[in-house]
């Protein structure tokens, strides 16, 4: 099939937003499965499975006090071996890449502290987190360098997009998260103005997963069994470096895509399982790339997901999937069953987004029979709360596109506004539930700060199955409207939405809202 020029397609779609019905095939055909530009690796790629799945180190707390565990944790460049053979300057919590899970418990308040031993600002955001404002990581509350001069500080203020009023600390600042929400697959990351994406790809990403007794309860795979698996593009130098645009945000405007497919940090890798149930918490950490996961077995045959679990938490039963679609910043649970299967059996996890060696994922290789004691129950969350629209319930729309500024400037804008410290889209009263609908020309991640929700149409239709238990991101396609019910439970104060398309929210695609 002949590909579509980006100007030829934002024609068709321009017709499309003035009244031609397209379908979700012809969308598929029109726009791509994928979003953003490959940036080439500059030397040789590693061959897929080749290095065996490497799983983070777990955090523990420099102290512990009733109710409460404090961590401490140091941003610092380390060097790693990601492509076998060479080493990889990374931008690391604790200097490796993916930074240590945290493993904390709700209702338990986590204190972490970060140093920041860098020559760069950061800012870390605990996505998904209900968490008070002055610890969820607004773009410009700055952590400056610890060895930063009152002339550095002031420098890394200037020219900041949107303006800056944020709190800036120097050397290391404590982050409190109460906590005060179910168990779930959370993610931290650096969420630095204008920088979010480089600093990512150069490595400031983890797990932090929170537990709690309901899923305490549950019989699913646990221990060595329960595997977080953060997936990621990237490109190389050949010296084996991050190769990521000196000008990203002018060269790579709808986003980077790399040619090296990382899970854990490892190219392609292998893990060897038992015929038995494993938990995966998938979590889709790159800067633009979409996943459609498939399994496919030897022979062609393929192999089937049950989902349990959402961005928010446990879902309110298990939902079978024959592929799971994932865009930058999504999570998904699932459970995947080896049993049955005989040993030396290789199973391929494919992305069907992607294109050529993008194509692969990871391989299971089933080495061994053991005793399994987990099983799936029908019901999941008992205490799941599903909303419903109510008459009189707030209703805001916001748009994610592409807008002319001024003076010949495209910049990816929300309600045709780039973001700006002054400027507040929505004013939620703490407690309540509204009805979102976010409308889009691109592909755009929408990810809201504090508020979990519900998707309840896609298109005018019922919601995916991607779009299943509470959420903070969702995933918007070209000229469609998802409509949410955003619940605002935690705290008052400033907060915001934004595009997860880490090249756009740099490019001032994020908007603020204020919970009263």
Same mark, same amino acid.
């Given at each position: 099939m002949r590909r579509l020029s980006r100007r030829g397609f934002l024609g068709l779609a321009a017709g499309a937003g003035a009244g031609v019905i397209v379908g979700a095939a012809g969308w598929s055909r029109l726009a791509g499965a994928s979003t953003g530009r490959v940036l080439a690796s500059a030397g040789p790629l590693p061959k897929p499975f080749g290095v065996p799945l490497p799983v983070p180190p777990v955090a523990r707390p420099v102290r512990s006090e009733r109710g409460a565990d404090f961590y401490e944790v140091e941003q610092?460049? @380390?060097?790693?071996? *990601?492509?076998?053979?060479?080493?990889?300057?990374?931008?690391?919590? $604790? /200097?490796? &890449?993916?930074? #240590?899970?945290?493993?904390?418990?709700?209702?338990?308040?986590?204190?972490?502290?970060?140093?920041?031993?860098?020559?760069?600002?950061?800012?870390?955001?605990?996505?998904?987190?209900?968490?008070?404002?002055?610890?969820?990581g607004y773009p410009t509350d700055l952590l400056l360098p610890a060895r930063c001069s009152p002339g550095q500080a002031r420098q890394a203020h200037s020219g900041m997009t949107g303006g800056h009023d944020g709190r800036t600390t120097v050397g290391y600042r404590s982050y409190e998260y109460p906590l005060s929400q179910q168990a779930a697959t959370l993610w931290y990351h650096d969420h630095r103005m204008d920088f979010s994406a480089p600093q990512v790809w150069r490595g400031l990403a983890g797990f932090f997963l929170i537990g709690d007794q309901e899923e305490d309860r549950l019989p699913l795979p646990g @221990?060595?069994?329960? *595997?977080?698996?953060?997936?990621?593009?990237?490109?190389?130098?050949? $010296? /084996?470096? &991050?190769?990521? #645009?000196?000008?990203?945000?002018?060269?790579?405007?709808?986003?980077?895509?790399?040619?090296?497919?990382?899970?854990?940090?490892?190219?392609?890798?292998?893990?060897?399982?038992?015929?038995?149930?494993?938990?995966?918490?998938?979590?889709?950490?790159?800067?633009?790339?979409?996943?459609?996961?498939?399994?496919?077995?030897?022979?062609?045959?393929?192999?089937?997901?049950?989902?349990?679990?959402?961005?928010?938490?446990?879902?309110?039963?298990?939902?079978?999937?024959?592929?799971?679609?994932?865009?930058?910043?999504?999570?998904?649970?699932?459970?995947?069953?080896?049993?049955?299967?005989?040993?030396?059996?290789?199973?391929?996890?494919?992305?069907?987004?992607?294109?050529?060696?993008?194509?692969?994922?990871?391989?299971?290789?089933?080495?061994?029979?053991?005793?399994?004691?987990?099983?799936?129950?029908?019901?999941?969350?008992?205490?799941?709360?599903?909303?419903?629209?109510?008459?009189?319930?707030?209703?805001?729309?916001f748009d994610f596109r592409r807008t002319n500024t001024g003076e010949d400037r495209q910049m990816w804008t929300i309600n045709g506004q780039p973001f700006s410290t002054d400027t507040v889209l929505a004013s939620p009263r703490l407690g309540s539930v509204e009805r979102w609908r976010f409308s889009s020309d691109f592909h755009h991640p929408v990810h809201a700060h504090l508020a979990q929700f519900q998707v309840i149409a896609r298109g005018g239709r019922p919601p995916a199955p991607a779009d299943a238990g509470w959420k903070d991101t969702v995933d918007v396609r070209p000229y469609e409207v998802v409509e949410v019910l955003a619940r605002f439970a935690g705290y008052k104060g400033r907060y915001m939405l934004h595009c997860h398309n880490l090249e756009h929210e740099d490019m001032a695609m994020m908007g603020n809202f204020q919970v009263i």
């Open positions: 610092r460049e @380390g060097r790693v071996e *990601i492509l076998p053979g060479r080493k990889t300057a990374v931008w690391g919590y $604790d /200097g490796i &890449f993916p930074g #240590p899970t945290f493993a904390a418990r709700s209702g338990r308040r986590t204190v972490l502290q970060v140093r920041n031993n860098l020559t760069v600002p950061t800012v870390t955001h605990l996505h998904g987190g209900v968490t008070p404002p002055e610890s969820d @221990g060595d069994r329960d *595997i977080p698996l953060m997936l990621c593009d990237r490109s190389f130098e050949e $010296d /084996g470096s &991050f190769r990521y #645009p000196d000008h990203g945000h002018d060269a790579f405007p709808d986003g980077v895509l790399g040619d090296v497919q990382l899970v854990n940090g490892a190219p392609w890798p292998v893990l060897e399982v038992s015929a038995t149930r494993y938990r995966f918490r998938l979590l889709n950490a790159s800067n633009t790339r979409r996943y459609q996961l498939r399994l496919e077995a030897e022979k062609g045959r393929r192999g089937r997901f049950i989902q349990i679990g959402s961005d928010g938490g446990l879902l309110a039963a298990p939902q079978p999937l024959d592929t799971i679609d994932m865009a930058p910043g999504e999570r998904c649970d699932v459970v995947i069953d080896f049993a049955g299967i005989s040993v030396g059996s290789r199973i391929t996890l494919r992305n069907t987004a992607a294109e050529g060696g993008m194509r692969d994922v990871m391989r299971f290789h089933v080495v061994r029979t053991a005793r399994d004691d987990s099983r799936i129950p029908a019901r999941l969350a008992t205490s799941f709360d599903k909303l419903t629209p109510s008459k009189g319930m707030p209703v805001r729309a």
